[in-house]
């Protein structure tokens, strides 16, 4: 598919400094939102299973296999707001799609927090929850699209990987102030206040975020690749549509290991290796820091080397490395150090596929079909193995008593999508050779 080159139309039109970085900031500051709730929601699992989905009588693991089918509902609605926002983002622009996102996610989160449970609205409790996931999942399906146009449109010549890094880096910030807030409130509150109501204290912090995040936003202005190109003819649907596959095969590893290093560990330490919350949620905090440390540096040096050879090597490395860490984890003769090293690398090697990966998916694409097709493919992706991590691997391992499928699933995952980085890359753009 024919897209605009590392250096090509989009990115001649010289932008003030100043822009860029509101741009940045702007873009940045919902991508945050979005993933501290995500993180939440998958830290406080145990806690809303018990709360919202497990009647009196229900099995505990019966209520979280509900629990995390709703996180993966909300997920398969990614890609419907990814194409209704993609598509207004494309024709109207990025700025007033990206405010519509953030109003949207902060309110559905907000509300969350003030949600009646099971035991004071009986089976109407967990509809609305799972309502308000829905709403979440359009309003993230269209806010990653966005904010990476934004990002890459507005970054300087040379400097798309770097830029792009930034959504990723504050993905591990949304997910590292999620399980911040979680380990704060399991150490001051006991877990009667925790399970009563102190769970809802995280989601409630969202609407004073949001609200930042939609000052940042109404000061953002268009990008100029956007103004200039959004005239220009639009590729074959089938082109597009051969990016979108092409970049979810390319992210699908980054995705799933992602997932479950980075937000299925607490639950997985809990319910297959005994751990208490809090040793989960320290271990989780080790693994997104890990997570947090590579990106930006991946990015830059995807500039550098192209997108491609940094990607690869991340993905190959989580498929050596999946059940060796995992098997360090279990074994109760390990020491509370090495397992804390294995969960910080384990969130490393993550962290090289997602430094590059947003300015690789936005290479991917010309500027005015760019929102909709790097934001569909980063969608359906993450919907198909990221929504589904936690439901397939808690399902498989109750039905099998195998402890070692989470790394099976990220090793798996990791390796179709090193498969996908060494087909043609389908674009101009640098990525590697």
């Not at 003819?233 to 995705?255: D, F, Q, S």
Request: some cysteine; proline content about 6%; aromatic content about 10%.
């Amino acid at each position: 598919m024919t897209a605009a080159p590392e250096h090509g139309p989009d990115q001649q039109t010289a932008t003030r400094p100043a822009q860029s970085r509101r741009a940045l900031f702007a873009g940045s500051v919902g991508n945050f939102i979005e993933w501290y709730e995500f993180g939440v929601y998958g830290y406080f699992a145990t806690i809303i299973a018990a709360r919202f989905f497990t009647p009196e009588g229900g099995s505990e693991i019966e209520g979280l296999v509900k629990t995390y089918a709703s996180f993966a509902l909300a997920f398969f609605f990614r890609p419907v707001g990814a194409a209704l926002f993609g598509r207004l983002g494309d024709r109207i622009g990025r700025r007033p799609v990206l405010i519509l996102a953030v109003l949207l996610m902060t309110g559905a989160t907000t509300l969350i927090g003030a949600l009646p449970t099971y035991a004071t609205a009986g089976a109407l409790a967990p509809w609305l929850l799972t309502f308000l996931r829905v709403l979440q999942g359009l309003s993230a399906g269209g806010e990653f699209g966005g904010a990476v146009s934004v990002m890459t449109e507005f970054a300087p010549p040379g400097k798309r990987g770097l830029y792009g890094s930034w959504q990723s880096f504050t993905v591990a910030l949304g997910l590292l102030g999620g399980a911040g807030a979680a380990a704060l409130l399991a150490t001051l509150l006991t877990t009667e206040e925790l399970s009563s109501w102190g769970w809802r204290l995280p989601f409630l912090l969202t609407l004073p975020l949001g609200l930042g995040a939609l000052w940042l936003r109404l000061r953002l202005d268009e990008t100029p690749a956007f103004r200039e190109e959004r005239s220009a003819e639009r590729p074959p649907a089938r082109e597009v549509a051969r990016g979108i596959a092409l970049g979810a095969g390319r992210i699908m590893g980054w995705a799933a290991a992602g997932y479950t290093f980075l937000v299925v560990l607490p639950s997985y330490l809990q319910s297959s290796l005994n751990a208490t919350f809090q040793q989960a949620l320290v271990a989780t905090v080790l693994a997104n820091l890990g997570f947090a440390v590579t990106i930006v540096p991946a990015g830059w040096l995807s500039d550098r080397v192209g997108r491609r050879p940094v990607m690869l090597t991340g993905a190959l490395m989580v498929t050596v490395l999946a059940l060796p860490l995992l098997h360090l984890l279990q074994d109760t003769g390990t020491s509370t150090a090495v397992k804390g090293a294995a969960v910080f690398v384990a969130g490393a090697v993550v962290g090289l596929m997602a430094g590059p990966g947003p300015a690789m998916l936005s290479e991917l694409f010309p500027t005015n079909v760019r929102y909709t097709g790097l934001g569909l493919a980063y969608a359906l992706s993450n919907a198909v193995f990221s929504g589904c991590a936690g439901l397939v691997i808690t399902e498989t391992i109750e039905r099998t008593g195998n402890a070692d499928i989470p790394g099976y699933y990220a090793a798996v995952t990791c390796a179709v999508s090193a498969l996908a980085l060494l087909t043609p890359r389908g674009d101009r753009s640098r990525q590697g050779s």
